[in-house]
């Protein structure tokens, strides 16, 4: 495996994570939440905050350094 695939997949989640972002509604406190229909009703569900081009610098470097933190990072999101 390679870093370039991992680069791409982030940039793209990233880039759908912000569209989301354009079309989310805000409460009270701030936070995103869009809203999704389930049968018969309608639950919020929360945005995760977009990661700072550091955070996201930072991953890339830590990945290219040793590669198991993509894969736990790919587990982790499977679970969320």
Same mark, same amino acid.
């Given at each position: 495996?390679?870093?370039?695939?991992?680069?791409?997949?982030?940039?793209?989640?990233?880039?759908?994570?912000?569209?989301?972002?354009?079309?989310?509604? #805000?409460?009270? @406190?701030? !936070?995103?939440? %869009?809203?999704?229909?389930? *049968?018969? &009703? #309608?639950?919020? @569900?929360? !945005?995760?905050? %977009?990661?700072?081009?550091? *955070?996201? &610098?930072?991953?890339?470097?830590?990945?290219?350094?040793?590669?198991?933190?993509?894969?736990?990072?790919?587990?982790?999101?499977?679970?969320?």
């Amino acid at each position: 495996m390679t870093v370039q695939p991992i680069e791409m997949a982030l940039k793209d989640a990233l880039r759908d994570l912000s569209t989301l972002y354009g079309s989310s509604s #805000v409460d009270e @406190k701030g !936070l995103h939440y %869009i809203q999704i229909k389930i *049968d018969d &009703r #309608v639950e919020k @569900k929360y !945005l995760p905050k %977009i990661p700072s081009q550091e *955070d996201v &610098r930072d991953f890339l470097e830590k990945v290219r350094k040793n590669i198991s933190y993509a894969r736990k990072l790919a587990i982790y999101s499977l679970t969320y």
